[in-house]
């Protein structure tokens, strides 16, 4: 499985940014698609995910109502819509796969078995 993350830039406060998620190769049945961070200097984060199969999602409370994740099973593809943006989302942002099945979204990197390169998002004051 391989994963392209795109779509980052650099915003004001305030602004919006849309990253990307392709994911090619192998397919799993029920898996799970996640988006983590990692700000200089600071561990890598959960943000959101998504069961790929149903679309139900969860987010990390400093992204709720502010980031929308979403998926295009036609392509194979997530969106992950972040609005409102602030400075301290100021990160390299990566996408995962879980394609273990279970029926929770881990927030735990662990549990993530393919990672995409990252694309960088720069939110400034």
């Known amino acids: 499985v391989q994963l392209q993350a795109s779509g980052g830039g650099w915003v004001q406060a305030g602004g919006s940014l849309r990253v990307s998620c392709v994911a090619s190769?192998?397919?799993?049945?029920?898996?799970?698609l996640g988006w983590f961070r990692q700000a200089p200097g600071k561990e890598r984060e959960f943000v959101a995910g998504i069961k790929w199969t149903y679309g139900s999602t969860f987010y990390a409370d400093s992204v709720k109502g502010r980031f929308t994740l979403s998926r295009d099973n036609s392509k194979n593809t997530a969106y992950l819509q972040m609005n409102s943006l602030r400075p301290e989302d100021t990160a390299v942002y990566y996408c995962a796969i879980d394609v273990a099945g279970y029926s929770d979204i881990a927030t735990a990197e662990a549990r993530y078995n393919y990672w995409g390169q990252g694309t960088q998002v720069t939110v400034s004051s």
């Open positions: 190769g192998r397919t799993f049945s029920r898996w799970t």
